[in-house]
């Protein structure tokens, strides 16, 4: 990752309306932004979308981003996430190699990471894990020693403390 090109966590409360949510994603990718995740879902009130995008830019990038985006009509509110007090958490389901003479390792790791096993099969494990990109990262790492399988993230959410 270049010096200058940083992750931005920018968050949008958006109308729920037809059509808001895909020219969000492709008023980044018309600017030549490659989104790393995206996240949509409805807030308390049912007329209004929360979507927060992680995206690979510089700060002043961030900054003409954020002013470009409040001028689309349907954009109640737009901020990059640095420099506010903000919680930020990920979402991953890993699937790992999980033979019956390692499940007693398995479960003990899960304990000592403070993760859990959401799905048991005859060969494998499926453990949820949610944290930081930080917490996310190593736990994969750890993980490895028993044989990913598939790993699914579901990139930030954010919420202003």
Same mark, same amino acid.
Do not use: W
């Given at each position: 990752?270049?010096?200058?090109?940083?992750?931005?966590?920018?968050?949008?409360?958006?109308?729920?309306?037809?059509?808001?949510?895909?020219?969000?994603?492709?008023?980044?990718?018309?600017?030549?932004?490659?989104?790393?995740?995206?996240?949509?879902?409805?807030?308390?009130?049912?007329?209004?979308?929360?979507?927060?995008?992680?995206?690979?830019?510089?700060?002043?990038?961030?900054?003409?981003?954020?002013?470009?985006?409040?001028?689309?009509?349907?954009?109640?509110?737009?901020?990059?996430?640095?420099?506010?007090?903000?919680?930020?958490?990920?979402?991953?389901?890993?699937?790992?190699?999980?033979?019956?003479?390692?499940?007693?390792?398995?479960?003990?790791?899960?304990?000592?990471?403070?993760?859990?096993?959401?799905?048991?099969?005859?060969?494998?494990?499926?453990?949820?894990? =949610?944290?930081?990109?930080?917490?996310?990262?190593?736990?994969?790492?750890?993980?490895?020693?028993?044989?990913?399988?598939?790993?699914?993230?579901?990139? =930030?959410?954010?919420?202003?403390?």
């Amino acid at each position: 990752m270049s010096v200058d090109k940083l992750k931005h966590i920018i968050v949008a409360k958006v109308d729920n309306k037809p059509g808001v949510v895909s020219r969000m994603s492709g008023f980044f990718t018309r600017r030549g932004y490659n989104i790393e995740s995206f996240v949509t879902s409805v807030t308390d009130n049912p007329e209004v979308y929360h979507l927060t995008f992680s995206v690979l830019c510089s700060e002043d990038e961030a900054q003409l981003l954020i002013h470009q985006l409040g001028r689309i009509t349907e954009v109640i509110e737009v901020y990059d996430a640095a420099g506010k007090d903000v919680t930020i958490r990920e979402f991953m389901l890993i699937k790992i190699n999980c033979p019956a003479e390692r499940r007693s390792e398995i479960l003990q790791t899960c304990d000592i990471l403070k993760i859990k096993i959401v799905g048991i099969g005859e060969f494998s494990a499926t453990i949820e894990v =949610a944290g930081d990109t930080q917490k996310l990262d190593n736990t994969i790492k750890t993980l490895e020693n028993y044989g990913i399988i598939e790993i699914v993230r579901s990139g =930030a959410i954010c919420v202003v403390n």
